[in-house]
């Protein structure tokens, strides 16, 4: 199961996410979002548990627990919205609305 953990501390990192989880079960990944300019944490990430009884474990013993001062916000992902290709709006050329 994907988990989406919200509200993290900006200094934590993947290792200390897979260990807060590993508590819970067995943990396959865990990834704290980075600012790709910055290199800066996003302050969010996603834990992905081999076994669903023990995500739900897992979310519910961590929702609302505080990390250095932080109430994680933790519940199941959602799946990500489909991304439409191609650009947006006309970029010159001929307009036939006139």
């Known amino acids: 199961m994907r ?7 900006f200094s ?3 290792e200390e996410l897979r260990a ?3 508590a819970y079960g067995e943990v396959s990944a865990a990834d704290v979002i980075m600012e ?3 290199g800066r944490s996003r302050g969010f990430g996603f834990v992905e ?4 009884d023990d ?4 979310i519910d013993a961590l929702n609302d ?3 250095d001062g932080r109430p994680l916000r933790v519940n199941e992902a959602r799946p990500r919205p489909e991304r439409r ?3 947006g709006g006309r970029r010159g050329g001929r307009n036939d609305d006139w």
Do not use: C, Q, W
């Open 12 to 14: 934590m990192r993947d």
């Open 49 to 52: 548990m081999t076994n669903s």
């Open 36 to 38: 790709r300019d910055t």
């Open 55 to 58: 995500a739900a474990k897992a």
């Open 3 to 9: 988990i989406y953990v919200g509200n993290l501390p």
């Open 85 to 87: 290709g191609g650009g």
């Open 20 to 22: 807060l989880f590993a």
């Open 65 to 67: 627990h505080e990390v």
